[in-house]
């Protein structure tokens, strides 16, 4: 698990990102985070950065900035913040860096996630591109992720391949 991002892009290249001021301060566990990038990685993705933010709106944009622009990070998950409560600004963060949103995926995953609670109504969640890179964010519970992850995680790779320009049908 790497803490700084990689210096050349590659297409399996990854980034888990966990919002949360509880976790930030040390007074809560990275479940989610930790079960994600497992997940990633046994989906052959290489996790090359690991980071930990409070829920803080301009920190996690200047970061989702610098790993798709600047670093080449090709897929980029975001766990914890996506919530109505006051300080869940993941989407909105979200929303601030992206090209394009990926509507689909998003909706994918919610309706999945109604299937067995009423409260994944709540969750705002988005998923987007930036230039090649490919932002999803995830509730924060290690169980939403996990249900989350499987419901998208056989068409990340076709997304990047669209992405890095690869659009002949299969």
Do not use: W
Not at 28 to 52: F, H, I, P, T
């Amino acid at each position: 698990m790497a803490q700084d991002a990689p210096t050349q892009q590659h297409a399996h290249t990854a980034a888990v990102i966990t919002l949360s001021d509880g976790v930030h301060h040390g007074t809560r566990v990275d479940k989610s985070g930790d079960l994600l990038e497992q997940r990633l990685a046994s989906a052959g993705y290489e996790v090359v950065v690991r980071r930990v933010l409070p829920d803080e709106r301009t920190e996690l944009a200047a970061l989702l900035r610098s790993l798709a622009d600047d670093h080449g990070v090709r897929l980029v998950v975001t766990t914890g913040g996506t919530g109505l409560g006051p300080r869940d600004v993941t989407p909105d963060a979200t929303r601030d860096v992206i090209d394009r949103e990926v509507p689909g995926m998003a909706e994918a995953m919610r309706m999945e996630s109604l299937k067995k609670t009423p409260f994944a109504m709540t969750s705002r969640q988005v998923v987007g591109t930036r230039g090649q890179t490919l932002i999803v964010n995830l509730p924060g519970s290690p169980k939403a992720v996990d249900e989350c992850m499987d419901v998208i995680i056989r068409v990340i790779p076709h997304t990047l391949d669209l992405l890095a320009g690869k659009t002949e049908h299969r």
